[in-house]
């Protein structure tokens, strides 16, 4: 069974940072794309950023460029997200989100974690 | 960036059919037949339903389909269930990046 488990959120002040992470099991991690996608509270999704299998092709949101950096560790089957410079605005439940195995790119997400929430606020 | 453009709510009652529209341009929904839909129940993660503009992940009931014509995306429900009430959100690839629509929300009458 794919399960993917989200960690790491939390109250942080404007302009400080976070890291989150993501445990993927019950497929070969190695083989797949992930995402990270957020939904601020009671708002609609929001692509993030997205990694390809083997960390060659990396993309990220014009909204987190320059502030996030997204990364992962196949031998842990693990995927991160470093969150630095945080604002208000960045305050949602952050998914972990699995991609299509055949694209480097982000196309589609079919397996979801939980989420983890992060609350920027002073 | 800009997110896809999808009605706010839609109604139906229960045995009945309803679509949601997802309007994009010419450089996202347009460009590539790569649209996908997600069904969100409240306090849940979201779930894929339709991906590459009409086809179905396996476990995903048939009374879902999905097509597309030009720059709008379309998602109908047929037979609608109870279960079917939740948001639901279109996404589109554009080029190295995904947007979302802003989501509908589907109330069974």
């Known amino acids: 069974e794919v399960q993917l488990v989200e960690s790491g959120g939390g109250l942080v002040k404007p302009g400080g940072s976070l890291r989150l992470s993501c445990a993927a099991s019950?497929?070969?991690?190695?083989?797949?794309?992930m995402n990270w996608v957020r939904q601020a509270p009671g708002k609609g999704l929001e692509w993030v950023s997205s990694?390809?299998?083997?960390?060659?092709?990396?993309y990220y949101a014009d909204s987190v460029k320059g502030r996030f950096t997204i990364s992962r560790d196949n031998a842990k089957n693990s995927l991160y997200l470093q969150m630095n410079s945080l604002r208000a605005e960045d305050t949602a439940v952050y998914y972990c989100?699995?991609?299509?195995?055949?694209?480097?790119?982000?196309?589609?997400?079919?397996?979801w974690g939980q989420g983890t929430l992060v609350t920027v606020s002073s | 960036q800009s997110a896809l453009t999808q009605p706010a709510s839609v109604s139906g009652s229960p045995g009945q059919s309803i679509t949601i529209s997802c309007t994009g341009t010419?450089?996202?929904?347009?460009?590539?037949?790569?649209v996908s839909w997600y069904q969100q129940h409240p306090g849940k993660a979201p779930k894929l339903m339709i991906y590459?503009?009409?086809k179905r992940p396996s476990g995903v009931s048939n009374r879902f389909s999905g097509s597309k014509s030009g720059n709008t995306a379309s998602l109908t429900i047929s037979g609608l269930q109870a279960e079917d009430e939740a948001d639901y959100y279109c996404?589109?690839?554009?080029?190295?990046?995904?947007?979302f629509g802003g989501g509908t929300k589907l109330t069974v009458l």
């Open positions: 989100a699995r991609g299509d195995p055949y694209s480097s790119s982000p196309i589609h997400f079919d397996y």
């Open positions: 019950g497929f070969t991690f190695s083989s797949y794309s």
């Open positions: 990694i390809s299998s083997s960390s060659s092709y990396i």
């Open positions: 010419s450089s996202d929904v347009g460009s590539y037949n790569l």
């Open positions: 590459e503009v009409s």
């Open positions: 996404c589109s690839y554009a080029g190295s990046y995904v947007v």
